[in-house]
């Protein structure tokens, strides 16, 4: 009978150690799952995150760039991946405006302005340089029903490739932009986020799901 219990209790110590380092290997696999292989950037400075493919790196330099969005300063610039991939630049525009291409481009296109409107509470789009893709040159409402997960709006831009502007503030933007060899630039900034946002699971698996997706076509 002895002999039978210590067998007993050897075989449930056996049982449960299996148990136990089969759920040490697999939370990580089922944690790498969750994310769809991205990896979540905090900027501790200027409050937002956003989403990318855990296999490129995050580069950022500073400066004080005052041409290449009219109305404010590109205070920080992160390269997600090689040159000519996405850039994340971080603008600051104590005048409520910004605009995605420099004053004088050559680009066929026009200049898409945007501004806030604080009498009306309201984001307003111009066209200074170019013809309006809507017909007429005066200032207009700027089409704000598309979201990131954190609920921020992503107004669109007529840059030569891919391009959004992401206000955080009415004072500080976000322009995610492709540099011609990236294939999720408009996946990765439906990504962001302000600081402390509460994203539901479904919301953010979806995202980061179609991310994924879109990396793994390019």
């Known amino acids: ?17 299996a148990a136990l380092l089969m ?34 790196q995050v580069k950022g330099t500073t400066g004080q760039d005052r041409r290449s969005f009219p109305g404010g300063i590109n205070v920080k ?13 971080v603008v600051v525009s ?21 501004f806030y409107d604080a009498a009306a509470g309201r984001w307003m789009v111009a ?7 809507f017909g007429g040159s005066g200032p207009r409402p700027a089409d704000v029903s598309k979201k990131t997960i954190g609920g921020l709006p992503m107004l669109p831009s007529g840059a030569r490739f891919d391009a959004t502007i992401i206000p955080l503030s009415t004072t500080l933007f976000l322009v995610v932009k492709d540099g011609g060899g990236s294939a ?17 699971a479904a919301l953010l698996s979806a995202a980061l799901k179609a991310e994924a997706d879109a990396y793994g076509k390019q």
């Open 94 to 114: 104590p005048e409520q405006t910004i605009t995605d291409e420099p004053n004088g481009h050559a680009a066929p296109i026009a200049q898409t302005k945007y």
């Open 184 to 200: 999720f630039t408009a996946q990765l900034a439906r990504t962001v986020a302000p600081a402390g946002a509460r994203i539901g």
């Open 77 to 89: 610039t992160l390269e997600v991946g090689e040159p000519g991939g996405i850039s994340v630049s």
């Open 1 to 17: 009978m002895k002999n039978f219990a210590r067998t007993l209790i050897a075989a449930c110590v056996v049982t449960a150690a």
């Open 127 to 133: 066209f200074p340089e170019g013809d309006s893709p």
């Open 23 to 56: 759920r040490t290997v697999s939370a990580p696999a089922a944690a790498a799952d969750e994310t769809f292989g991205m990896r979540q950037y905090v900027d501790s400075k200027y409050h937002f995150s956003f989403w990318y493919p855990r296999a490129l």
